[in-house]
T-cell receptor
Framework: NAGVTQTPKFQVLKTGQSMTLQCAQDMNHEYMSWYRQDPGMGLRLIHYSVGAGITDQGEVPNGYNVSRSTTEDFPLRLLSAAPSQTSVYFC???????????FGAGTRLSVL | AQKITQTQPGMFVQEKEAVTLDCTYDTSDPSYGLFWYKQPSSGEMIFLIYQGSYDQQNATEGRYSLNFQKARKSANLVISASQLGDSAMYFCAMSATNAGGTSYGKLTFGQGTILTVHP
C-alpha cells in the first residue's frame, strides 16, 4: 500500500515547455486534488476531482489542465510553463465520507 | 468564498508545555469543516484533527485538541505536553460540507504558523 505517489520529486523546466506531474493513489479514493504551495501563502487548490471522469477548477486553475480517466490517477499538465508556476505541488486523495486527506510527498518545480 | 487567517507567523514553546496556535475563519457556507495539518521540515502534509461546524463537542486526538468557538469564528489548535518532534509548520484549513458533515474535499488553507519547541 503505497498511499499517494507523486512523480517526479524535482523538475526544472524552461519557460514555454510543457510537462505532466503524475499522481497515483492505490487506496481507491474517490476524491483527488492538486494544490500548490508558495512561500508565505499556504496551499492553494488548483483542480480537484470527485471521481473518474469528473473534474473541476479550484482557486488557481489558470495554466493547468487535469483529467481523471481512472480512479487511481490524476495527472496535472502544465501547457506552457511560466516562472510564476515555480512552486511545490501536492496531490491529495480522500475516501468519500472520510475527513482527512492523504497527501503525496510533493513535486518541487522550478521554471527558468 | 472561504478565508482562513493565521496571525502567528512563528511560535516558540518550551518542551512539555502546552501551546495554542490561532486560527480564525470566514465563510458563507452553512455547514463546514475545520482541519489542522502539520508539515515537518521534510515537507509532507500530515492530517492532525477535524472539527465539524455542527459538532457539539470540541475535537480531540491524543495531545491535539481543537478549541472551536463558532460565534467568534475561531478554531485554535492546542498541543499539550509539547515534544521536540512537534517543531513544524502548522496549517489551519477549511472545507464546505453537506448537511451530514461530509467534506467536499476542497480545502482552503491559511498561511501557516511555524512552531519551534525548545528543549
Amino acid at each position: 500500500n503505497a498511499g499517494v505517489t507523486q512523480t517526479p520529486k524535482f523538475q526544472v523546466l524552461k519557460t514555454g515547455q510543457s510537462m505532466t506531474l503524475q499522481c497515483a493513489q492505490d487506496m481507491n479514493h474517490e476524491y483527488m486534488s492538486w494544490y500548490r504551495q508558495d512561500p508565505g501563502m499556504g496551499l492553494r487548490l488548483i483542480h480537484y476531482s470527485v471521481g473518474a471522469g469528473i473534474t473541476d477548477q479550484g482557486e488557481v486553475p489558470n495554466g493547468y489542465n487535469v483529467s481523471r480517466s481512472t480512479t487511481e490517477d490524476f495527472p496535472l499538465r502544465l501547457l506552457s510553463a511560466a516562472p510564476s508556476q515555480t512552486s511545490v505541488y501536492f496531490c491529495a486523495s480522500r475516501r468519500q465520507g472520510a475527513r482527512g486527506q492523504y497527501f503525496g510527498a510533493g513535486t518541487r518545480l522550478s521554471v527558468l | 468564498a472561504q478565508k482562513i487567517t493565521q496571525t502567528q507567523p512563528g511560535m516558540f514553546v518550551q518542551e512539555k508545555e502546552a501551546v495554542t496556535l490561532d486560527c480564525t475563519y470566514d465563510t458563507s457556507d452553512p455547514s463546514y469543516g475545520l482541519f489542522w495539518y502539520k508539515q515537518p521540515s521534510s515537507g509532507e502534509m500530515i492530517f492532525l484533527i477535524y472539527q465539524g461546524s455542527y459538532d457539539q463537542q470540541n475535537a480531540t486526538e491524543g495531545r491535539y485538541s481543537l478549541n472551536f468557538q463558532k460565534a467568534r469564528k475561531s478554531a485554535n489548535l492546542v498541543i499539550s505536553a509539547s515534544q521536540l518532534g512537534d517543531s513544524a509548520m502548522y496549517f489551519c484549513a477549511m472545507s464546505a460540507t453537506n448537511a451530514g458533515g461530509t467534506s467536499y474535499g476542497k480545502l482552503t488553507f491559511g498561511q501557516g504558523t511555524i512552531l519551534t519547541v525548545h528543549p
